[in-house]
């Protein structure tokens, strides 16, 4: 098949979309597949259009990529892409949304609220930032609502630092989450969901957990993600029962199902000591980099980086042609 | 039960690659590689001014004239030939340096390397100005130095504060292996150390048996002022090496740069650079030596004249700029020359935060942070000038005007002042 492969874009995840878009043209020449790199820009509506190719993949993160932009413009065109649907891909993307259907759908998810830089310019939001703070309680933690790799994401132990915290956050996006600070272990599941079916359910395969440990940062910070060596991956997680990875699996899937998103995702959680896996987000276009959690889950899954690349391209034409039917 | 790590090889790296890491920042700085973004972030000469079919003149003639020595090993202290030109070059600039004390390398850079791994030993205490040259970083961190910064100020690099630093470690028992500094237009500073200051930190050295490393890439491209003579060329107690390079006078592209050393010293840079790439590029440094021997050694001095009338252009419209676009509070000194303007903002200001906001608006340019090993300058950004027209950087500086702005509204919607205080 000819496969176009979108990557890069001008989103603040540019970089790790560069490199994951490497290692998904490797992963397609090792295939057998013709892969075209597409460095996302002004041109690709052209360069896809005038490619002839049979198949998108999306390796495009952030903004543009995960928000359900260029899904929507794969299906103006008419090309079959891998991932989640636009509507789904543009739920997850968006923490605050996502998390207000988690809780709809009783999906475990720290509390939170949501801030945007309107409602503190326009109509004095700084003056409920106490109820905020009664509400969720410190340690807490504020992330811009669309954004990934953890990019302005600020841990605020007191009042005094929150509303830096809201600057560098609102640096990102114009809306943040508030959240309650859930420690524990942090885990990432990768999950593969079908899409040729009406309904996710029961096609989704959740491969197994990841534990993350950074090195040197006490969290999984931007550094600790994209450098090889600053993590340990451990995949199953030691010392836990079977009981609660079942219940983390279960988890997962249903934040997956909940959003409805199919193809490749990852959900990211947190286990408290009580044994309760908390979502903290589901990325619609996991990183795939030589340090991503997916090809490590797909290793321990007894597949292959590649195996699962196949899957995701032939699904994808599967609901492609669903549509078009 | 299995524990996977996903680098398979990485139980076999040295230790020092883990105090190498990427950042935010220079990811951020992927995005300014897209043609519609104003960067401001770079370092770059304006290489485009550079005659075109007179460069084609000197590769060709050395190519006809010489090509099976351009296309050969050279020796690892250099062409005799360049090195002569590098005597020159330091006599332009009032230095009186032995050839023999001077060994050609691969852009200033490698001096930055050679000399590190020369030195410094895990835990090593450096000296660097804060904030220092971004490129020096990862060469301290490859080695594992214990950087401790001198705060710069308008004046440039306080001696005594230098003297005040050499006491505290003395007192924890710690030696300094050397002193960083670029004392003139300095980077990312934009600042040039006084004459009375460099007088004192020469005598200084001497005093303290402190080596200094004075990295000197942007002293002839002084728009208006005075030359202040360099570290080395006052210095006569040996206690100073000296950086140069051809990058900024010529060209990056040919990575020829050079050091000039006390004897010893200069033996050990040897045998690191032997180990490193055995000898720069014998073409590069040839053609280095056509250009700077045409005309009787007036082709490359017009070359420099042309290149200062240009940046000094760009940098007062950069200024004026400034002055017009960016929020009160922000302080920058004008440069007598160079590359760069170091600029302050309200301290409520974070520049890699802003530098994310000025990124939607196709604007770049490197924050403070990335200059310093120990978290600070915060509110501080780099700006390069030399690599844009004015009417770019116009463009550019409202731009990044516009976002900071934009910042301190959000900052007094939350109760704070422009310093990040309470009300």
Redesign the interface.
């Known amino acids: 098949m000819k496969v176009a492969v979108l990557c890069g874009g001008r989103s603040h995840e540019r970089a790790v979309s560069l490199r994951s878009g490497a290692r998904v043209e490797e992963a397609l020449g090792q295939l057998g597949h013709e892969a075209v790199l597409i460095d996302t820009g002004p041109d690709a509506s052209r360069l896809l259009k005038e490619g002839g190719f049979d198949v998108a993949f999306i390796a495009l993160h952030g903004r543009g990529g995960e928000d359900g932009t260029v899904q929507s413009l794969l299906e103006l065109i008419g090309i079959p892409y891998t991932g989640s649907r636009g509507g789904p891909s543009e739920a997850a993307f968006d923490k605050a949304r996502a998390k207000r259907i988690f809780s709809a759908a009783d999906v475990p998810t720290p509390k939170f609220l949501t801030l945007t830089q309107t409602a503190l310019e326009e109509f004095g939001a700084a003056d409920a930032l106490d109820e905020a703070r009664d509400a969720i309680g410190f340690p807490l933690v504020v992330k811009p609502s669309r954004g990934g790799s953890a990019m302005g994401v600020r841990f605020v132990n007191d009042e005094r630092s929150l509303p830096r915290a809201l600057i560098s956050a609102m640096s990102y996006d114009r809306e943040v989450v508030v959240e309650r600070h859930v420690t524990g272990r942090e885990l990432a599941v990768a999950v593969l969901g079908s899409g040729a079916t009406e309904s996710v359910a029961g096609t989704v395969r959740v491969l197994p957990a990841v534990e993350i440990v950074p090195r040197n940062a006490d969290w999984f910070d931007y550094e600790s993600r994209y450098e090889h060596g600053e993590t340990e991956f451990t995949c199953p997680p030691q010392e836990m029962s079977a009981e609660l990875l079942e219940r983390v699996s279960d988890v997962a899937r249903r934040a997956l199902e909940a959003l409805d998103c199919s193809g490749l995702a990852r959900v990211d959680l947190l286990l408290d000591d009580a044994g309760t896996p908390w979502v903290l987000e589901v990325a619609p276009v996991p990183g795939l980099t030589s340090t991503s959690i997916v090809p490590l889950a797909c290793e321990a899954a007894g597949t292959t980086f590649e195996a699962v690349i196949e899957e995701l391209l032939a699904d994808a034409v599967a609901q492609g042609a669903g549509t078009s039917a | 039960?299995?524990?996977?790590?996903?680098?398979p090889y990485?139980d076999r790296?040295a230790r020092r690659?883990?105090g190498m890491?990427?950042?935010?920042m220079?990811?951020?700085?992927?995005?300014t590689q897209?043609p519609e973004v104003i960067s401001l972030a770079g370092g770059l000469p304006d290489t485009g001014a550079f005659d075109r079919e007179y460069l084609a003149t000197l590769v060709a003639d050395i190519a006809r004239d010489s090509g099976a020595q351009a296309l050969q090993y050279g020796p690892t202290e250099g062409t005799r030939a360049v090195i002569d030109v590098i005597v020159d070059v330091m006599r332009h600039e009032g230095m009186e340096p032995d050839p023999s004390n001077i060994i050609v390398t691969t852009g200033g850079q490698q001096v930055l390397d050679l000399f590190a791994r020369t030195f410094v030993d895990p835990g090593d205490v450096v000296i660097a100005e804060g904030p220092t040259y971004p490129g020096v970083v990862p060469c301290f961190n490859a080695v594992q130095a214990d950087v401790r910064h001198v705060p710069l100020d308008a004046d440039g690099l306080d001696p005594a504060k230098v003297e005040a630093l050499l006491d505290d470690l003395a007192r924890e028992g710690l030696t300094a292996k050397y002193l960083y500094t670029i004392p003139t237009f300095q980077n990312p500073g934009g600042c040039t150390t006084t004459l009375e200051r460099r007088i004192r930190l020469v005598e200084l050295a001497a005093e303290r048996d402190l080596i200094v490393l004075e990295d000197n890439p942007y002293s002839l491209l002084r728009f208006e002022g005075e030359p202040v003579p360099t570290l080395r060329s006052l210095d006569t107690h040996g206690r100073v090496a000296y950086l140069g390079t051809f990058s900024k006078i010529f060209s990056p592209g040919v990575r020829v740069g050079w050091v000039e050393a006390p004897t010893p010293i200069l033996a050990r840079l040897n045998l690191m650079k032997q180990a490193a790439d055995l000898c720069s590029s014998t073409y590069m440094q040839m053609l280095v030596t056509s250009f700077f021997t045409a005309d009787g050694g007036e082709a490359w001095k017009r070359w420099v004249s042309k290149l200062n009338v240009i940046y000094s252009e760009r940098l007062d419209a950069m200024c004026e700029a400034i002055d017009e676009h960016f929020p009160p509070g922000t302080s920058y000194t004008k440069p007598e020359g160079g590359l760069f303007l170091w600029a302050t903002l309200p301290t409520?200001i974070?520049t890699t935060?802003?530098l994310?906001?000025a990124?939607e608006k196709d604007v770049a340019f490197v924050p403070g942070a990335g200059a310093f090993l120990d978290g600070t300058g915060g509110n501080a950004m780099r700006l390069n000038y030399s690599a844009m027209t004015p009417d770019r950087i116009r463009e550019g500086i409202r731009r990044i005007g516009e976002t900071a702005h934009e910042?301190l509204?959000?900052?007094r919607?939350?109760?704070?002042d422009d310093t990040?205080g309470r009300k």
Do not use: N, Q
């Open positions: 039960m299995r524990r996977t790590i996903l680098d990485e790296y690659v883990f890491r990427s950042s935010v220079r990811d951020l700085m992927a995005i897209r409520a974070d935060d802003l994310a906001r990124l910042v509204d959000l900052a919607s939350l109760g704070l990040g």
